[in-house]
């Protein structure tokens, strides 16, 4: 089961001036959004569906147009977010560049959760699963 942060189980995009931050190069908006799900009841699913012998992973983008030293800041930024509110949560961590083709990563059924629906398209035609961010957490008790 993969997610994209950005947009999917993480607002950047509610944080206040996030795109002041992007364009600034600055990386607060990476640091300090919010979940837009229930962050005790995603835990508490994802650890759930460890158990059951899912791998829980993350694919995410990078900021568009961004320099190469950016690029590292956010890199870093995520995988600082993700270390201090989920631990060794996911198995796996994917911050590829901005656009990259995210189902490259899909095997047979894999789930991908997704706020983008091209990146949902692309990986249901590698014979995926993908959802929009609607209702993830009632979606992922299902599993």
């Known amino acids: 089961i ?6 999917t189980f993480y607002d950047l995009y509610g944080f206040d001036g ?3 931050c992007i364009l600034s190069e ?3 908006c990476y640091k300090y959004s919010n ?3 229930n962050y005790d009841s995603f835990v508490t699913v994802l650890s759930e569906l460890k158990e059951k012998g899912y791998t829980i992973g993350i694919i995410t983008w990078l900021s568009k147009n961004a320099t ?20 060794n949560l996911f198995d796996e961590i994917h911050i590829i560049q901005y656009g990259k083709n995210k189902s490259e990563y ?6 991908l959760f997704d706020d983008e629906k091209p990146n949902r398209e692309k990986w249901m035609e590698k014979n995926g699963i993908a959802y929009d961010v609607n209702n993830i957490i009632d979606i992922l008790m299902t599993l």
């Open 68 to 87: 190469k030293n950016y690029q590292n800041k956010v890199r870093c930024a995520k995988y600082q977010y993700i270390k201090k509110n989920f631990g």
């Open 35 to 37: 979940m837009l799900v």
């Open 106 to 111: 899909c095997k047979n059924g894999d789930i």
């Open 18 to 20: 996030w795109l002041e």
């Open 2 to 7: 993969y997610f994209d942060m950005d947009g």
């Open 26 to 28: 600055k990386t607060d």
